[in-house]
């Protein structure tokens, strides 16, 4: 069964600290996937990687950074992290010459205090 | 990538009862996916549907696509408590960067027993 796993469910973390989410995939996916979800806005998408070691920015990079050194992971790193990053966190993968169905991890909420 | 758009915002129904939600998008497609989310959890893909098919079905799901109107609906028939979820439209583009989903807002459903 396909899998994609994050590192919490919940998490909470003081303004100004280094937050580490970690997305893990079982599947061998080419692609993977961070997103915000925040009530009336939706999903948007932070960071996508399309292979080890490559990035690109979505739609509200700001404030973030990614990291992709194995094909399995791909972390998401608040490097300072504030109020406003309070939100849902969710992690995707996808294969590369597909459908490009998404498959999700369970989410990770965090909260910024 | 551009961002389907669900409608409506919120539906509620009866159980049993069949609930159809719509979905526009702006621009020609390579395929448009259908996701359910339930509360505070991942998304799960339910079907895609290719710009060259014009009905699929799965279970007691059925989608349409119309790429003359630009639009898709995702009818759910014989709705149980379980079906309460937000469901999502995601066009892929037919072009550029086509392995990046952008979802709507979602349309909410509530199938009370």
């Known amino acids: 069964d396909v899998k994609v796993t994050q590192s919490s469910r919940y998490l909470v973390k003081r303004t100004g600290e280094k937050v580490f989410l970690e997305c893990v995939q079982d599947?061998?996916?080419?692609?993977m996937f961070w997103y915000r979800q925040d009530p009336g806005l939706g999903l948007r998408l932070i960071y996508f990687?399309?292979?080890?070691?490559?990035?690109e920015k979505g739609d509200i990079p700001e404030g973030y950074s990614v990291s992709r050194e194995k094909k399995e992971r791909f972390s998401l790193i608040l490097e300072s992290a504030s109020t406003n990053q309070t939100s849902m966190y969710l992690c995707?993968?996808?294969?590369?010459?597909?459908?490009?169905?998404?498959?999700f991890g369970p989410g990770t909420r965090l909260t910024v205090t | 990538s551009q961002q389907g758009e669900e409608d409506p915002q919120a539906l509620s129904i009866q159980e049993g009862e069949n609930a159809t939600m719509n979905c526009s998008y702006k621009?020609?497609?390579?395929?448009l996916q259908w996701y359910r989310q339930n509360s505070g959890r991942g998304l799960v893909h339910l079907i895609l549907?290719?710009?060259?098919?014009r009905e699929k079905h799965s279970g007691r799901l059925r989608v349409t696509l119309d790429t003359s109107k630009k639009s898709s609906s995702l009818l759910i028939t014989a709705s149980r408590a379980a079906d309460t979820a937000s469901y999502f439209c995601?066009?892929?583009?037919?072009?550029?960067?086509?392995?990046?989903?952008?979802f709507g807002k979602g349309t909410l459903l509530t199938v009370n027993p």
């Open positions: 995707a993968s996808s294969l590369w010459r597909a459908s490009y169905e998404q498959y």
């Open positions: 599947m061998d996916h080419e692609n």
């Open positions: 990687s399309y292979d080890v070691k490559m990035k």
């Open positions: 621009t020609s497609i390579n395929n």
């Open positions: 549907i290719r710009s060259n098919e």
């Open positions: 995601a066009p892929l583009n037919s072009g550029g960067s086509n392995y990046k989903l952008t």
